[in-house]
């Protein structure tokens, strides 16, 4: 099975929504294409802190959708290992609900026409003639093997680069290098006594817990926190 679009979007992260969104507001035919099945869009072991000249940049194509922007920050508090000492940086922006996040943007992609694709992974470019002119793609509930054509292909399947990664030979083939690469795992907890200073993300330095990086609590209110750790 063969379709043809202008645009073939590999990923439906924040990338691949919004640029679907831009694109199909203009007036192309978007594909947007995401491994991920529906009721799994939007969940990422993030931060969620999002800087306010990011959300001022959006706010001149969408209008922010509320439940999404949950905590309103001023700044950040970087703490040492004996939690002591507190070095308090002022910066306005926002925790946000990832989950809505990404399902905000891709409904907001598609309400502007493009077409979503759920559960479909992009395996490889489409190649003719040494260009590129689609994507090949798996409908993963069904195991059918697609191709998408069209004119421009947009790789935004995020640190798996799945297409550009592919093209031997390329100056954008370059892979993600070890050293580049770190771990992390995140938790959204509740906590009964709230916390303070709420409207400050708090990275903690402590090599002994989180050597190489450090561990942070970010909250979207002062009693509901994401918590997580990159190393
Ligand atoms: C632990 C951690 C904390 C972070 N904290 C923050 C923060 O607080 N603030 C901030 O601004 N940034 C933060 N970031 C960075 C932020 O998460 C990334 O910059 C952002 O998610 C990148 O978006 P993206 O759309 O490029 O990629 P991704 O979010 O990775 O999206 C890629 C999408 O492509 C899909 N995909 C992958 N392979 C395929 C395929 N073969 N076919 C189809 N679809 C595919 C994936 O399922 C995914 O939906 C953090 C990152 C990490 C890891």
């Known amino acids: 099975m063969s379709e043809r679009f202008d645009v073939v979007v590999a990923g439906a992260g924040t990338a691949g929504a919004y640029v679907s969104y831009l694109l199909a507001k203009a007036g192309f035919k978007v594909a947007l294409l995401e491994s991920k099945s529906g009721n799994e869009i939007g969940v990422k072991t993030c931060g969620d802190g999002l800087g306010l000249h990011h959300v001022e940049r959006l706010s001149r194509h969408l209008t922010p959708n509320p439940k999404?922007?949950?905590?309103?920050?001023e700044g950040v508090e970087l703490i040492s290992p004996d939690e002591r000492t507190r070095l308090t940086i002022k910066g306005e922006g926002y925790v946000l609900d990832r989950f809505a996040w990404g399902k905000w943007l891709v409904e907001e992609a598609v309400n502007a026409g493009a077409t979503l694709y759920e559960g479909h992974t992009a395996t490889a470019p489409l190649l003719e003639n040494g260009a590129v002119v689609g994507v090949k793609a798996v409908e993963r509930r069904t195991g059918t093997a697609k191709e998408f054509r069209a004119n421009v292909v947009i790789d935004s399947s995020?640190?798996?680069?799945?297409?550009?990664?592919?093209?031997i030979g390329w100056p954008i083939?370059?892979?993600l290098h070890p050293e580049d690469v770190s771990h992390?795992?995140?938790e959204i907890v509740y906590v009964e006594e709230p916390i303070e200073n709420p409207q400050y993300i708090k990275i903690y330095l402590d090599m002994l817990v989180a050597p190489g990086g450090y561990w942070w609590v970010f909250p979207r209110s002062s009693s509901l926190l994401n918590v997580g750790l990159g190393i």
């Open 158 to 167: 995020g640190s798996a680069a799945v297409l550009r990664t592919k093209l």
């Open 68 to 73: 999404v922007f949950q905590n309103k920050i």
């Open 173 to 175: 083939s370059e892979p």
């Open 184 to 186: 992390a795992y995140r």
